[in-house]
Each structure stands twice: as structure tokens, then as C-alpha cells.
């Protein structure tokens, strides 16, 4: 399935010099173009966004599992450990 121009939106960003150099040496050392870098970069920072934000929410219902006793009722029962 291709992707038309509606699929996509134009983004305009503003970046230092010198980082701006680092992003063209690594396109061409992966020879691809800047939107296929960018767009894999936030992909990349996208999925480990939502990751940490998961992470998180875990630690919080540790907690609560570990404290909670109705949350804990039934491990006795089948006798394993939360963790």
C-alpha cells in the first residue's frame, strides 16, 4: 500500500548547525533521505515515549498490588509470588 500526500503532514523545524551537519552525514552514511531519517528518529523516541509512560503506570499498580489486600487475596491461593 503506497502513502499519498494526505497520509503525511509537512513539518518545519529549526535545529543548531552543528547538528544539522551531524543529521546530513548520517543520511548519507545510511543513504536515505532527511524524511526517512526524522521520521524513523521519532518513531523511534515515539515508541520508547509510550514504553517509559507504561513503565510507569506498572511501578504505580506494584505498588497498589503489593499493598492492596483484596488485589493480593488471590495469590494466596495460587501461591506465586506478584513478582
Do not use: C, G, W
Not at 13 to 29: A, W
Not at 33 to 49: C, G, Q, V, Y
Not at 55 to 68: C, S, V
Request: charged letters at 40%; proline letters at 1%; hydrophobic letters at 30%.
Amino acid at each position: 500500500m503506497s502513502k499519498t500526500s494526505h497520509d503525511y503532514e509537512r513539518v518545519t523545524i529549526s535545529l543548531p548547525s552543528e547538528i544539522s551537519r551531524d543529521i546530513d552525514e548520517m543520511k548519507k552514511e545510511l543513504n536515505i533521505s532527511k524524511s526517512e531519517l526524522f521520521k524513523t528518529a521519532f518513531e523511534i523516541f515515539l515508541r520508547e515515549h509510550r514504553k517509559q509512560k507504561i513503565r510507569k503506570i506498572a511501578e504505580r499498580m506494584t505498588k497498589d498490588y503489593e499493598t492492596d489486600k483484596e488485589l493480593t487475596a488471590f495469590t494466596a491461593l495460587d501461591s506465586e509470588d506478584f513478582r
